[in-house]
């Protein structure tokens, strides 16, 4: 069984209460399909368990095959630094089908954040060895594709659907 | 499932299609690890794809000087669209002909199925396999053995 090996820390991107009994970790790609189905599905989760559940939420970008990944996972950074990581994580899958750079610039102006700025940390590259530490990580953790999650640091490898996710998370509570 | 080459044994050699005139054979990397991932095969139609994973990670191999060798029994112009498609960096042998011969001098040949295993082996530069893992057929094994693998080699 493939075990979280970075452990949950300040830096990392969470929902919820740090001390909550289950954690849920997702490695993701914004650009995925399969992670883009799975986010209106990771809100039910969390609000089915409530408080009893945090989320956290990390980059695997595949970059070869989902052009405008990086980028994403780029502006999703640049927004956690302005403390908007989840407004422009959710906006940025809600906006799935659009993903690029003119788009990631309309998000950051309607999170009032600087679109010159974030055009600027895009071009410098300023967030890519924040997003590189995530993919490395999750490879060293036995992430195999995306999404995939860890439940208290145990690699989750049923279907990414509700029921079967609910399930495993209601073993650990 | 299979029961594939261990640790310790000295790894068959081959030379196999990487295109359609162009051979490789596993005695020509001698002198650096070798990373020989086996799979059941091409088009794979999920994001999760094992070969689509290796191909981000192939910086990584890089640090320790390793080569990543894909193979299955798809013939050379299939893996030829599926390299292009899928933008891979990295060779995709043919196990076409006779089919799964080399697949089956590592014991990683599924009979029934007439593909190969999902199986994994690092090979030092000495030629020497010193990890090997093979994954159920329908689990994509990741990355993280083979990256720990080729840290303990450096060690």
């Known amino acids: 069984m493939a075990e979280l090996k970075i452990p949950i820390s300040a830096k990392d991107h969470l929902q919820g209460d740090a ?50 990944a990086e980028a994403a996972a780029e502006t999703a950074e640049f927004a956690a630094e302005n403390e908007r990581f989840w407004e422009m994580h959710d906006a940025i899958f809600e906006n799935q089908e659009s993903l690029g750079l003119e788009v990631f610039l309309l998000l950051a102006e309607q999170l009032k954040l600087s679109s010159a700025g974030l ?48 399930a495993e998370i209601d073993g650990r509570m | 499932m299979a029961n594939i080459l261990p640790p310790g044994t000295l790894a068959p050699d081959f030379a196999l299609h990487v295109t359609p005139d162009q051979k490789l054979s596993l005695s020509e990397l001698r002198g650096q690890p070798v990373i020989m991932a086996f799979y059941p095969a091409d088009w794979s139609p999920v994001c999760g794809d094992q070969m689509a994973l290796y191909n981000e990670l192939l910086p990584e191999f890089q640090k320790f000087n390793a080569e990543l060798l894909g193979i299955s029994v ?14 891979l960096h990295f060779p995709l042998l043919a196990d076409f002909e006779p089919k799964g011969g080399v697949a089956r001098k590592y014991g990683a040949y599924r009979e029934g199925d007439g593909i190969c295993e999902r199986a994994l082996f690092v090979i030092d530069k000495t030629g020497k396999i010193i990890w090997s893992y093979c994954s159920p057929v329908a689990v994509n094994p990741g990355a993280d053995g083979i990256l720990q693998a080729l840290e303990d080699l450096g060690k």
């Open chain 2, 74 to 87: 798809d013939g050379v112009w299939c893996h030829e669209a599926f390299t292009h498609d899928r933008h």
């Open chain 1, 119 to 166: 055009r600027e940390a895009l071009e410098s590259g300023k967030y890519a060895s924040r997003v590189k530490s995530d993919f490395i990580g999750g490879a060293r953790s036995g992430v195999n594709g995306t999404p995939t999650f860890f439940i208290n640091g145990d690699r989750f490898d049923g279907a990414p659907e509700f029921d079967e996710l609910v």
């Open chain 1, 19 to 68: 001390n909550a009994p289950v954690i849920l970790v997702e490695y993701g790609d914004y650009e995925c399909p399969h992670c883009g189905r799975a986010y209106p599905m990771i809100k039910r989760v969390q609000k089915h368990f409530g408080a009893k559940l945090a989320f956290v939420f990390r980059n695997f970008p595949l970059n070869q095959i989902h052009p405008n």
